[in-house]
C-alpha cells in the first residue's frame, strides 16, 4: 500500500471515530515548498460532512493520525490544509520494495480485453506525418493499456479499395512504362504514390481543357476522360475483371512492402491486419437484423436509417436504397466482426482524426442500440492535425511531408546539434548513426506525445532537438547520466540500506517514483500517453535536482553512497520502462 492509499484510509477512520462520520473520499495535494511537509491532506472539502472551523479539524486529524501511523511523525495546519510529516523510514522501505522489481509500475494481468486500432493507411501513398502522430498514438496508447493489466490487440483496417486506388493504377498503367520498385529503386508505396500525383496532374489538364472548350468546371471534373476510366477500372474490380485484379494485387504488394519498412524503422507493430476489399460487404446482415428488432427503419424509396433523434443527433442512413453499403455499414460490421476474432474482447480503441468525431459518435450509438455489451466500452482516440510552420500538407498535389523523410530529417537533425555540441569524442562512426537515430527519433515521438491528443500540433523538427527542456534528447541525457554513475562505480551496490537519514532531495525523488503506478492507470484510463511523457520530464527534474544537490559516488558514508547508486538506477530503469511504453528507446552514452 503506498502513503495516500495508508492516509486515506487512517483519515476516513479517524473522522469516523472523532465525528462518528463516513466520508467517501480524501482530497490530496502536494505540499508547498514553503511548509513543512511531505503530502497535504485538504480539510474543506470534509466541511460537507462536519461543520466547523477547517483549522480546528484539521488539527483533530493531525492528532489522530500521528497517534495511529507509524509513518506520520508531525504534522501542521495551515488554513485548511493538512501537511503531514512522512518518516525517513517509510520512504526508505518503500523504496527497498520496488529497487529491485523490473516490472515496477506494471499492474498484474486482468480478463479485460481492448483492441487498438491505428494506421490504417490507403495504398495509393505513402505514409506521412499525419500517420506518424497517428501511429504513435496508438502504438503507445495499446503499451500504456497492457501496462494497467489489459491483454491488448493491435491492428488496422488497409483502406485498399475505391477510387482513389484505381486513380494510382491507371495513371501507372498510362505513364508508367512497367516500372516497379526494383526497376526504379524506389519503396513501393512511393512509387504508386507518385503515380497517385500524376493521376491528379493530368486530371486537372483534362479539367482546364474541358473548361476552354465551354464546359462549366464541375461537368467537367465528372467528363473527364481519366476520371471517367478510373471509375469503369473501379467497376472491373468490383466484377472481379481478372486482368485488373492482378494489377491491383500488384501494386498494393508494392505498397504493403514499402509500409512495412516504414513500420519497423519508426518501431511500431501489429497483430492482425484487416482489409477493406475483405471487409466492405460486412455489416449488411446486421442491417437486416435490426430491421427486425427495430433498431432501424426502411423509407419508402427503400434505404434504410437509424433513428438518433433520442440522442438528438440526425437520423442515420445505413443501407442505400439500391441494397448497397455505406462507410457505416461496414463499420459496424467489422466492428462486431472483431468482437468475434478476439477472444474475451471487452472493448475498442479508434485511433483516427478528429475530423470523425460524429462518425464514431453515430457508430458507437448504433452498436449500443444493436444490444452489444462491449459497446459501452468503445472510446474514439480522436486527434489534432499536425501543421509544420510551410504549412497544410495535401496528398493529391505531393506536397505531404513523407514519414520516411521525415524519420531521415530527425536523425540528420541529431546529427547536426551532436556534432556542434561536440560530446561524442571515442564512438566508432557505427556508433554514432545508432545514436543519431536513437536522439532523432526520440525526439519526434517526444514531441508529438507530450501533447494532450486532442490539440492540434505545429511539428518544428530543429525545436525538438532540444538538449534542454521537456524533451526526447533532455530526458535520454539523464539515462545515459545514470549509465555513467554506474560505469564508474567499482562497488558492490547490491546491500539492502534500511537506516539512514534521507537528504531532503532523496526523499523528493522516491516520492515521484511512488506516482508511477498511479501514472500509468491514468493514463490507460484517458487513453493519453501525454501523462507519461510528462511524468517521466517531472521525474528527470527531479533527479537534476537530486544529483546537483547531493553527492553520490563522491559520499563518505558508505550506506548513503550504495542508497544513491541504488536510487539513480532506479531513476533510471523508471525512465527506460515509462519511454517503453511511448515507444522511444534510451542510449548508454551521449
Not at 526494383?182 to 500525383?197: H, I, P, Q, R
Not at 496532374?201 to 481519366?226: R, T
Not at 524519420?407 to 556534432?419: C, H, P, Y
Not at 537515430?437 to 526520440?442: A, F, K, P, W
Amino acid at each position: 500500500m503506498n502513503i495516500q492509499s495508508l492516509i486515506e484510509a487512517k483519515v476516513k477512520e479517524g473522522f469516523l471515530s472523532l465525528y462518528e462520520t463516513e466520508i467517501p473520499s480524501v482530497e490530496f495535494q502536494a505540499t508547498r515548498k514553503d511548509f513543512e511537509g511531505d503530502i497535504t491532506v485538504v480539510v474543506f472539502p470534509l466541511l460537507r460532512y462536519k461543520k466547523g472551523n477547517p483549522v480546528q479539524i484539521g488539527n483533530d486529524l493531525g492528532n489522530y493520525l500521528v497517534e495511529k501511523v507509524d509513518e506520520i511523525t508531525g504534522f501542521n495546519v495551515v488554513k485548511g490544509f493538512l501537511n503531514l510529516v512522512i518518516s525517513d523510514r517509510f520512504y526508505i522501505n518503500f523504496f527497498n520494495t520496488i529497487a529491485a522489481n523490473d516490472t515496477y509500475g506494471f499492474a498484474e494481468k486482468n480478463d479485460d480485453a481492448r483492441m487498438v486500432e491505428y494506421s490504417s493507411p490507403n495504398t495509393n501513398k505513402p505514409l506521412h506525418l499525419g500517420h506518424v502522430r497517428n501511429v504513435l498514438l496508438g502504438y503507445s496508447v495499446s503499451e500504456i493499456l497492457k501496462a494497467a493489466g489489459h491483454t491488448v490487440y493491435k491492428t488496422q483496417i488497409i483502406n485498399d479499395r475505391g477510387i482513389h486506388i484505381c486513380k494510382s493504377m491507371l495513371a501507372w498503367k498510362r505513364f508508367g512504362n512497367n516500372e516497379t520498385p526494383a526497376s526504379t529503386g524506389l519503396k513501393g508505396d512511393k512509387l504508386v504514390g507518385n503515380y497517385y500525383v500524376k493521376f491528379d496532374q493530368e486530371y486537372k489538364k483534362e479539367i482546364s481543357e474541358l473548361v476552354e472548350g465551354g464546359m462549366s468546371e464541375d461537368d467537367a471534373k465528372k467528363q473527364a476522360p481519366l476520371f471517367l476510366e478510373a471509375q469503369e477500372m473501379l467497376r472491373k474490380w468490383e466484377s472481379g475483371d481478372a486482368e485488373t485484379v492482378k494489377l491491383w494485387e500488384t501494386m498494393n504488394g508494392w505498397v504493403y512492402e514499402g509500409f512495412d519498412v516504414t513500420y519497423k524503422n519508426i518501431g511500431v507493430d501489429f497483430d492482425k491486419l484487416y482489409y477493406e476489399s475483405n471487409t466492405y460487404l460486412l455489416g449488411k446482415d446486421i442491417i437486416e437484423e435490426g430491421l427486425k428488432n427495430n433498431v432501424f427503419y426502411k423509407k419508402e424509396d427503400g434505404s434504410v436509417w437509424c433513428s438518433l433523434k433520442e440522442d438528438k443527433l440526425d437520423d442515420k442512413l445505413v443501407l442505400r436504397s439500391d441494397g448497397t453499403a455505406v462507410y457505416m455499414t461496414q463499420d459496424i460490421g467489422t466492428a462486431i466482426q472483431r468482437a468475434n476474432d478476439f477472444s474475451g474482447l471487452n472493448g475498442m480503441v479508434y485511433t483516427v482524426g478528429n475530423e470523425q468525431d460524429h462518425h464514431f459518435k453515430v457508430l458507437f450509438l448504433i452498436l449500443k442500440k444493436l444490444g452489444y455489451s462491449w459497446a459501452d466500452q468503445l472510446y474514439h482516440l480522436s486527434y489534432g492535425m499536425v501543421d509544420l510552420p510551410s504549412g497544410k500538407m495535401k496528398s493529391r498535389e505531393g506536397t505531404v511531408v513523407d514519414a520516411d523523410d521525415l524519420m531521415d530529417e530527425m536523425t540528420n537533425t541529431a546529427r547536426e546539434i551532436s556534432q556542434e555540441l561536440g560530446k561524442l569524442e571515442g564512438y566508432s562512426d557505427e556508433e554514432k548513426e545508432k545514436l543519431y537515430n536513437i536522439i532523432g527519433l526520440g525526439a519526434l515521438k517526444y514531441f508529438i506525445l507530450k501533447v494532450d491528443p486532442k490539440k492540434r500540433i505545429l511539428f518544428d523538427p530543429k525545436a525538438s532537438v532540444d538538449f534542454q527542456g521537456n524533451s526526447g534528447p533532455f530526458i535520454q541525457m539523464a539515462y545515459a547520466r545514470v549509465q555513467s554513475i554506474l560505469r564508474k562505480t567499482t562497488f558492490d551496490y547490491s546491500k539492502v540500506i534500511t537506516d539512514i537519514e534521507l537528504h531532503e532531495k532523496e526523499k523528493e525523488l522516491i516520492k515521484q517514483l511512488e506516482l508511477y503506478p498511479e501514472v500509468i492507470q491514468q493514463a490507460a484510463k484517458n487513453y493519453s500517453p501525454a501523462l507519461i511523457a510528462n511524468y517521466t520530464f517531472d521525474l528527470v527534474k527531479e533527479f537534476n535536482s537530486f544529483y546537483q544537490n547531493v553527492s553520490i559516488l563522491g559520499e563518505e558514508n558508505e550506506d548513503k553512497k550504495i542508497f544513491r547508486v541504488q536510487l539513480a538506477k532506479k531513476v533510471a530503469d523508471t525512465i527506460e520502462s515509462a519511454f517503453k511504453l511511448l515507444g522511444i528507446n534510451v542510449p548508454e552514452r551521449m
